[in-house]
T-cell receptor
Framework: SQKIEQNSEALNIQEGKTATLTCNYT??????LQWYRQDPGRGPVFLLL?????KEKRKERLKVTFDTTLKQSLFHITASQPADSATYLC???????????FGSGTRLSIRP | DAGVIQSPRHEVTEMGQEVTLRCKPI?????LFWYRQTMMRGLELLIY????????DSGMPEDRFSAKMPNASFSTLKIQPSEPRDSAVYFC????????????FGPGTRLTVL
């Protein structure tokens, strides 16, 4: 069965630095890979989607890469701010609305 | 748009009691999902509906769990009888097909079974 691993449970970095989160998966490549942000006491909020034929996608300070050879996606936040502190989830979308599998998340803390 | 609405936000009950969680999806969305989130298992898909019809309930842990969607604007997840291991945050999410498969999550219901 498809498995997802997010590199670490927690990541602490200094404000202003670039945060890089990793999402690795096994078996076959998904049609899409999504990244969500989750704040304490709230539901996940969609951030970015990248398709299997795309290498990179950007949105403001966010950048996502997708390497189907390595079976890996990297999520970058440049010029990080304390307000970026949250848990970030990657999710594999196998091409139908039904088959979205979430990783366990990485808790990111940005210290001033 | 008000987003996905869930009620109650918090529920504390005793083992053996029936629990009903409620969800109102975003208007116009044709898919509805129920998830459960725990520290140990992360976010797990329990069941999803398309146009009010249950499509896949393979994630439902056991027969004590049931879900219904009587119309496009309302769904329930029922646990009967509840057990302490059911304690978790339950999320409802909805999606409009053809819009990039982005799911919109509700705020969740935190369930504690004593």
């Amino acid at each position: 069965s498809q498995k997802i691993e997010q590199n670490s449970e927690a990541l602490n970095i200094q404000e202003g630095k670039t945060a890089t989160l990793t999402c690795n998966y096994t078996n076959y490549s998904p049609a899409y890979l999504q990244w969500y942000r989750q704040d304490p006491g709230r539901g996940p909020v969609f951030l970015l989607l990248i398709r299997e034929n795309e290498k990179e996608k950007r949105k403001e300070r966010l950048k996502v890469t997708f390497d189907t050879t390595l079976k890996q996606s990297l999520f970058h936040i440049t010029a990080s701010q304390p307000a970026d502190s949250a848990t970030y989830l990657c999710a594999l979308d196998m091409g139908s609305a039904s088959k979205i599998i979430f990783g366990s998340g990485t808790r990111l803390s940005i210290r001033p | 748009d008000a987003g996905v609405i869930q009620s109650p936000r918090h529920e504390v009950t005793e083992m053996g009691q029936e629990v009903t969680l409620r969800c109102k999806p975003i208007s116009g969305h044709d898919y509805l999902f129920w998830y459960r989130q725990t520290m140990m298992r992360g976010l797990e898909l329990l069941i999803y509906f398309n146009n009010n019809v249950p499509i896949d309930d393979s994630g439902m842990p056991e027969d004590r769990f049931s879900a219904k969607m009587p119309n496009a604007s309302f769904s329930t997840l029922k646990i009967q009888p509840s057990e302490p291991r059911d304690s978790a945050v339950y999320f409802c999410a909805s999606l409009r097909s053809g819009r990039g498969d982005t799911q919109y999550f509700g705020p969740g219901t935190r369930l504690t079974v004593l």
